[in-house]
């Protein structure tokens, strides 16, 4: 049974930061790459940032390079997303989920958090 449980969300200014974490309840948390998703309202689930199995290799979405930042702790079985510079457009629910390439490994999601940016 694979649990993952995304918090840190908010209400933040535009150019501001946020971290999200991801506690997964993954017997085998540290072989598996991980990712970030978002949700938009109306709009489809898109890629974020993934990580590595080790956290060596990091990919993210053109839209987000060179402002958020990936990270985990394979002793925690948490997964990170730093995200600074934040603008309006990031507003979205955060999934995490593993990855394989840049799609989704796991059928069942979180609750995700919301993540508002006002202008």
């Known amino acids: 049974q694979v649990r993952l449980v995304e918090s840190g969300g908010g209400l933040v200014q535009a150019g501001g930061s946020l971290r999200l974490s991801c506690a997964a309840s993954?017997?085998?948390?540290?072989?598996?790459?991980m990712g970030w998703f978002r949700q938009a309202p109306g709009k489809e689930r898109e890629f974020v940032a993934k990580?590595?199995?080790?956290?060596?290799?990091?990919d993210y979405a053109d839209s987000v390079k060179g402002r958020f930042t990936i990270s985990r702790d394979n002793a925690k079985n948490t997964l990170y997303l730093q995200m600074n510079s934040l603008k309006p457009e990031d507003t979205a629910v955060y999934y995490c989920?593993?990855?394989?390439?840049?799609?989704?490994?796991?059928?069942?999601w979180g609750q995700g958090t919301q993540v508002t940016v006002s202008s």
């Open positions: 989920n593993a990855v394989s390439a840049r799609a989704p490994v796991f059928g069942s």
């Open positions: 990580i590595s199995f080790t956290g060596g290799n990091t």
């Open positions: 993954i017997r085998t948390f540290s072989n598996y790459p």
